[in-house]
């Protein structure tokens, strides 16, 4: 496989990655924090061994006192390989100004 291949093929494990982890948080004990996850709007960069990808969140949920909220935030996720296999190094979620 050539380089360039290989980088295209490692986004797409890393973006899979990225959206199973969503799909976890969605379904963990904080319900619909990433309900309106766009994928389209994940941004993605692999190399042979590292990677990192950034993107906004629509994020909500009910908080305990049974009040809702609606909120958009910004998300990075760094990545390493290891023996084959992606792992979130780091993971930075914050809100952008103004919002």
Do not use: N, Y
Not at 11 to 32: E, H, M, N, P, S
Not at 66 to 85: I, Y
């Amino acid at each position: 496989m050539m380089k360039q291949e290989q980088s295209i093929a490692d986004a797409g494990r890393v973006r899979q990655l990225l959206l199973d982890w969503a799909t976890a948080a969605r379904t963990g004990a904080r319900d619909a924090i990433l309900q309106g996850h766009d994928p389209d709007v994940l941004v993605v960069v692999a190399g042979s061994d590292v990677a990192f990808a950034s993107g906004l969140i629509k994020c909500g949920g009910t908080l305990l006192d049974d009040r809702t909220f609606e909120d958009l935030v910004r998300a990075t996720f760094c990545l390493q390989k290891r023996s084959g296999e992606w792992l979130v190094t780091h993971q930075h979620i914050s809100r952008p100004a103004g919002g």
